[in-house]
């Protein structure tokens, strides 16, 4: 809490741009939390520092994180009211950090699901910021004193473990951290690929039929939702066990178009697969539309986004380095 009101943080790495599922899963529910500027005070990270676990190209990085920066706001996020700032730019993360390594356990972080996942995925370049990618976040987080982690599905395991960590250290020195709630939206929680709709919709990956990019255009959004990988039946019915891509694809429609499972069966009632998957299309196709335009927009107004990072990344730094100074007097370190 920052006075009596609530903190909300999230972010996500600055590598390419989004996935459909990074929109449905986060940054859509970032702005729908976005109406009670009174009651709430949020900070949305591009996290460049956790971007770095896999190698980037520098110029390509710059330009991403950039990208992404303009994404938050064209999705809906306003940089006035919502601190979205560069996580590289405040470095109170990384201090906190150090800090917390010591107070995680290598048992907690073996356990960690993302780091198997990405560590299968990246053999070539296990490094150690891949495994203590958890304890990072955890700084960040608790950075800001943060009540709610608005994230999609597979982020729940990270905020748990940044849980652990604050309650351990807190039980230790104190109330020093506010313990933070994940908040997970049913809706788009966990988007399918629309290729093997048994794994996460990633924009890592190699199947570029597999994921729709928020700044894919129209045709291309269509052409992917036709092409997206259903079964042998024509029923548009929720059973994720025997109708895995039409489940997904169901649950992209009810997350866009604001519907329950069962309203979205009973449209699509006596409809083939081919009429449900291009209005699925044309639904994120019309969803996408004004952000691409907002989006070129925001970029071709270079001093507008400059003052908005700047200015931001001063008001981050303030609030992360008061969490930082006081864990640092509770542990005993020299303050100067
Ligand atoms: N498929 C998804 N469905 C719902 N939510 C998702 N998120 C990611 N994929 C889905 C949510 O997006 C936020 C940002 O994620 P991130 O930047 O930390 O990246 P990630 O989870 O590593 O995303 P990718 O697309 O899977 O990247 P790669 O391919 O590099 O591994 C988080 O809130 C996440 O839950």
């Not at 990384?94 to 993302?114: A, K, P, S």
């Not at 996408?288 to 989006?295: E, G, I, K, T, V």
Request: net charge neutral.
């Amino acid at each position: 809490m920052i006075g009596d009101k609530k903190i909300l943080y999230s972010g996500m790495q600055a590598t390419g741009t989004l996935t459909l599922g990074n929109y449905l899963g986060a940054l859509k529910n970032w702005v729908s939390l976005s109406g009670d500027e009174e009651e709430c005070e949020r900070f949305y990270g591009i996290m460049d520092l956790h971007s770095l676990t896999l190698r980037q190209n520098p110029s390509e990085f710059r330009k991403n994180a950039r990208s992404l920066y303009a994404l938050y706001v064209a999705a809906g996020l306003d940089p006035e009211k919502n601190c979205i700032y560069y996580q590289s730019h405040v470095s109170a993360h990384t201090e906190l950090c150090w800090i917390l390594d010591c107070f995680t356990y290598m048992g907690e972080l073996n356990r960690m699901t993302q780091f198997k996942d990405k560590s299968a995925k990246h053999a070539d370049n296990i490094n150690a910021g891949l495994y203590t990618y958890p304890v990072l976040m955890a700084a960040d987080i608790l950075l800001y004193q943060t009540d709610l982690v608005p994230v999609g599905e597979d982020q729940k395991q990270h905020v748990e473990i940044c849980r652990d960590i604050a309650v351990r250290f807190n039980n230790i020195y104190g109330d020093v951290f506010t313990i933070p709630e994940p908040y997970i939206r049913k809706e788009g929680a966990r988007i399918m690929s629309l290729q093997e709709p048994d794994r996460k919709m990633s924009k890592s990956d190699e199947n570029p039929n597999a994921a729709v990019m928020l700044l894919d255009d129209t045709d291309t959004i269509i052409r992917k939702f036709k092409r997206a990988v259903t079964d042998s039946g024509s029923e548009v019915r929720y059973d994720p066990a025997e109708k895995a891509g039409v489940s997904n694809l169901m649950d992209i429609y009810g997350a866009v178009c604001k519907k329950t499972r069962d309203e979205v069966e009973k449209e699509f009632d006596g409809k083939g697969y081919k009429d449900f998957k291009f209005a699925v299309g044309e639904a994120v196709a019309n969803e996408l539309a004004p952000l691409r335009q907002r989006y070129a927009e925001l970029l071709a107004d270079k001093s507008y986004l400059d003052l908005r990072i700047k200015e931001n990344a001063e008001k981050a730094r303030y609030f992360a380095n008061k969490t930082l100074r006081k864990v640092q007097k509770k542990i005993g370190l020299t303050i100067l």
